[in-house]
């Protein structure tokens, strides 16, 4: 029985001490003689989400059907998450060049602090095939931190509105119950609204693979999140980042986003956000973030029209360019310095440290 | 406790009050009181999940304490809360009283002015162990849920002014969540797991017969294979059991006892929620559905 927590723990499931104990009382339970009562038991034990079950379902059929419970199983199933990742939902870009040959590399073999560093100030585009799947854990590891803190932080900030009757009255006792000082209590502060605009044509290629991830793990912390892709045209694509999991966000969208890598028409796509989803979507409460290089090839007058509507709707326009982490960098394009009267906030989005700094600003939203 | 021995009295008690129960859940049920632990149930909205601790609840003839969970739920909503009028009125009856500021305040913070709300119900119903259901978990915030890391572990609830509230008798708790968000590891390691999933055709025409005796066999039969052929659409809100039920009662309630595109079409409503949805079935064909089961 341990061999087989331990052979499951190996591939994937998360158990813990109680789990094994609970599991070895199930094992003496002679109502749960039967294979197929065992088999759900433990089912229900080792598990802790649907997409365990068909892992623990292999596992449970390789180890116990096989003669006595000793057999160490051959089979090797890699962890959850590394199963999910060669699905197709990877669709976009890092992976192209990707074969099964380079993701050998061992994870465990490249941590430690300094590589920790080194991958955070590394510019997405100049990333090594090697280090993707790497920066990828540790991105949605920071990214969940600074949601947390993001929360943390806006909670203790607000002066209250509302009475506390439970502490006025505690503190009201030396007056005989006359209520004197008057305790309030903190609404706890509404999410606001944050919407996204990815540019995902061909020159955005290797930051939108990551830029996308980071969008999705922002929908934590904000009570509604839009976001939307575009390039030559313009797709609402948040519907797909409610789902919980990422893997199936990227996949969805993989089905219904079709205008990946191509060209830039920046202007014409926000003219539609403003035609059809501006009124329903912003409101004067809401940040807009554009994720974007600004290399468009439509008109700089147009962009620089639409941004001005949108900006007039908005409480905070911040434009992200990727190039921007580049030395040499100049908004001297057409198109970007067209923008750059209209935005609030002109930042970097180039390495995951730039990514990481947008917190400050957004905390105080 | 007496059904909670074994499987099969499981089964029957389960089926005797129209819920059909398959193996696995019942040895999910089966091990929930043997190992004293709560169970997580997730799944699509109407498979059954909240049904299940109304059954339970049932069939030990004992209470069932629910808790709905919504965002904003706070401790003195689910947990306790004092009764403040009260308090204040006895402050002022003991104005006179000669009695120190400490012996007033240990008064006023008594059980007598406690308000307990579910979980405190939960654990402190005195006769037999109660059946707890927290519905909809993943509405509510997860600072909630980090507050029911204590009680569902230990059973007991700490109140600063009070002391601490032990469990008479452990109940038997029913986490249900619809998924909309992850729940923490930690909750979920303190909980058992079980996924409801719709149910096959056998099973869905069972539980029809189970609610409905008195249905045509054929009715019975190609409504439900409707229904399925329904969830294989991409629809906004995937009909769930509850929705089978309705439509079958809304049908039988019209007086039909066969199905046709007509009666379909007028009962449409019992099954689909959303314009959307009832749109794309219509484009797709009333007629055709029918037809083709």
């Known amino acids: ?365 | 406790m007496s059904i909670l021995t074994n499987r099969e009295s499981i089964r029957e008690a389960f089926d005797t009050r129209k819920y059909v129960i398959d193996n696995e859940l019942s040895t999910v049920v089966y091990l929930m009181s043997k190992l004293n632990k709560p169970l997580l149930l997730e799944g699509n909205p109407g498979v059954g999940k909240t049904a299940i601790a109304g059954v339970l609840a049932a069939a030990l003839d004992t209470r069932l304490i629910r808790l709905q969970c919504y965002e904003g739920l706070d401790v003195s909503s689910a947990v306790y809360e004092w009764n403040y009028q009260k308090q204040l009125l006895s402050i002022k009856i003991q104005e006179k009283a000669n009695r120190s500021e400490a012996e007033k305040e240990e008064h006023i913070f008594s059980k007598e002015f406690l308000m307990p709300r579910p979980l405190m119900q939960a654990i402190s119903e005195s006769e037999k162990p109660p059946v707890l259901l927290i519905d909809e978990i993943d509405r509510a915030d997860e600072e909630f849920e980090a507050f029911l890391l204590e009680l569902l572990s230990e059973y007991q609830i700490s109140i600063p002014e009070f002391g601490t509230v032990k469990a008479v008798h452990k109940p038997l708790v029913i986490l249900t969540s619809n998924r909309t968000r992850e729940l923490s590891d930690a909750l979920k390691r303190r909980c058992l797991y079980h996924w409801v999933e719709y149910p096959d055709f056998d099973k869905e025409i069972r539980i029809v017969k189970k609610h409905r005796p008195e249905i045509d066999d054929d009715l019975a039969l190609r409504m439900v294979a409707v229904v399925q052929k329904l969830r294989g659409l991409k629809l906004a809100k995937t009909p769930g059991i509850a929705e089978t039920i309705d439509w079958v009662n809304g049908l039988m309630a019209l007086g039909y006892d066969e199905l046709t595109p007509d009666g379909m079409d007028e009962t449409l409503g019992c099954l689909l929620k959303s314009t959307d949805d009832i749109r794309r079935v219509r484009d797709h064909g009333v007629d055709q559905l029918v037809e083709a089961v």
């Open chain 1, 1 to 365: 029985m341990l061999g087989f927590v331990e052979h499951s723990r190996n591939n994937g499931l998360n158990i813990g001490i109680t789990e094994a104990m609970e599991a070895l009382k199930v094992a003496d339970d002679p109502a749960l003689s039967d294979k197929s009562y065992f088999h759900d038991a433990l089912k229900a034990i080792l598990c802790t989400s649907k997409d365990d079950f068909s892992v623990f379902d292999s596992l449970f059929e390789s180890y116990w059907s096989i003669g006595s419970g000793l057999v160490k199983s051959k089979t090797t199933y890699k962890n959850r998450s590394n199963l999910q990742k060669q699905s197709p939902g990877s669709l976009v870009m890092m992976g192209e060049g990707k074969g099964e040959g380079d993701r050998e590399t061992d994870t465990k073999s490249v941590s430690g602090a300094n590589a920790v560093e080194r991958l955070r100030k590394t510019d997405f585009s100049k990333l090594a095939e090697a280090d993707v799947e790497l920066l990828e854990e540790l991105a949605l590891r920071l990214w969940k931190q600074m949601s947390l803190r993001m929360k943390r932080r806006m909670k203790s900030a607000v002066k209250g509105h509302k009475l506390d009757l439970r502490n006025t009255i505690r503190r009201n006792i030396q007056h005989g119950g006359d209520l004197i000082e008057l305790r309030m209590r903190n609404r706890k502060p509404r999410k606001h609204r944050l919407i996204v605009l990815l540019d995902v044509s061909g020159s955005m290629d290797k930051y939108s693979y990551f830029l996308l991830r980071f969008v999705w793990s922002l929908r934590a912390h904000f009570e509604s999140i839009e976001a939307f892709v575009f390039s030559t045209t313009l797709i609402r694509i948040t519907d797909y980042l409610d789902v919980n999991n990422l893997e199936q966000t990227l996949q969805l969208m993989s089905l219904k986003a079709n205008n990946w890598s191509s060209g830039t028409r920046i202007g014409a796509c926000f003219a539609t956000f403003n035609e059809q989803h501006s009124k329903t979507v912003l409101n004067g409460s809401s940040t807009v973030i554009v994720l974007s290089d600004g290399l468009d090839t439509g008109e700089p007058t147009e962009l620089s029209k639409e941004l001005k509507r949108i900006h007039m709707r908005t409480k905070k326009l911040i434009w992200l360019n990727p190039l921007k982490g580049m030395k040499e960098y100049q908004p001297v394009q057409k198109g970007m310095s067209a923008a750059l009267d209209e935005v609030d906030l002109f930042r970097s989005a180039h390495n995951l440290d730039s990514l990481l700094e947008l917190e400050n600003y957004l905390s105080t939203i």
